[in-house]
């Protein structure tokens, strides 16, 4: 447009609120990522454990439908803490999967493109950009671990009445606070990765190595020197330690072992680390990858 129109007149039309400018990134995100027939098909695996745990908890009230399946109540798994538990960490793994999916093209893209001064010249911050990358996994992996879930906890407080509902609320809240941890774990590792391995395959490669290479490490650790301390080094260990103290079901001996230490032979008794261990090593992790992306995500300009 010639300069000498004049016509040229501001956007006069009504603004998106401050609050909600970041929930412009997931939703253009999600316009790529259901485009694609696989992950549509994993995503919906990823509801067959709740289906299954479902069924399992209609069972338990329902004596006419055991009586046709020929089994006894006592042959099924107890609706309990453990059971939520136990589905809890399956959904964490169908989590860890959509991540390897979506995650690790999520920055790169932008950063490949040098799409993020386009980004950050308009008046959308850099806490914003991180927190609408983010919420692009936030809200895919909740529809798969705590939404689920917390549904079927109240689907079996229905069924089994107030009192028990009463009774296990922490279920609830371990349900709630734990999804939590593990999405955002997933998220911030997803998006530090994502901002410093440009390449998608060795980005998705890093983030399989990230949770598996040190637990490697902590399992000679904890068998060379007959301890545990080496799983403060596995995240798979630290999540499951901090689920269980949630849920209230963590043992600290986890058993005895025979070894030999100058020639003799004794027996040792393993503990697990405490769980004050587990959340300040995972306060850690989450810290680092907090600073790895303030250190990549920012504005520049490319001089030729």
């Avoid at 609120?17 to 098909?41: D, V």
């Avoid at 999967?97 to 093209?105: A, N, S």
């Avoid at 999804?179 to 998608?200: G, T």
């Avoid at 190595?209 to 630290?238: C, K, W």
Wanted: proline residues 5%; contains cysteine; hydrophobic residues 55%.
């Amino acid at each position: 447009m010639a300069v000498y129109d004049h016509s040229y007149k501001p956007y006069s039309g009504e603004g998106t609120p401050r609050w909600s400018r970041f929930l412009i990134l997931p939703r253009h995100s999600y316009r790529g990522i259901f485009q694609s027939k696989l992950f549509i098909a994993i995503f919906v695996a990823c509801f067959i454990y709740p289906l299954v745990a479902s069924i399992l908890i209609y069972l338990h009230h329902n004596a006419e439908a055991l009586a046709v399946l020929e089994m006894a109540v006592r042959k099924l798994m107890p609706i309990d803490a453990e059971f939520f538990e136990n589905l809890l960490i399956g959904q964490g793994m169908s989590a860890f999967f959509i991540t390897l999916l979506i995650g690790p093209p999520l920055v790169s893209r932008d950063m490949t493109n040098n799409a993020l001064p386009l980004y950050l010249c308009r008046p959308f911050s850099r806490a914003e950009y991180v927190v609408g990358k983010m919420s692009v996994l936030l809200i895919l992996l909740s529809l798969i671990t705590w939404v689920p879930i917390l549904l079927l906890f109240l689907f079996q407080s229905y069924l089994e009445g107030w009192t028990w509902f009463t009774q296990n609320l922490r279920i609830a809240g371990a349900i709630f606070v734990g999804s939590w941890i593990w999405i955002l774990l997933l998220a911030l590792l997803s998006l530090a990765i994502s901002s410093w391995v440009k390449w998608r395959i060795a980005a998705s490669a890093a983030l399989i190595g990230v949770f598996f290479i040190p637990a490697a490490f902590g399992g000679a650790i904890n068998n060379i020197f007959l301890t545990r301390a080496g799983n403060l080094l596995s995240l798979p260990n630290l999540l499951k330690s901090a689920m269980s103290g949630l849920f209230g079901t963590f043992v600290a001996q986890t058993g005895r072992i025979r070894g030999y230490m100058n020639g003799r032979r004794v027996f040792v008794d393993l503990f697990e680390p405490p769980l004050w261990s587990t959340w300040l090593v995972l306060c850690v992790i989450c810290a680092f990858c907090l600073l790895l992306l303030v250190r990549k995500i920012r504005a520049y300009e490319v001089v030729s």
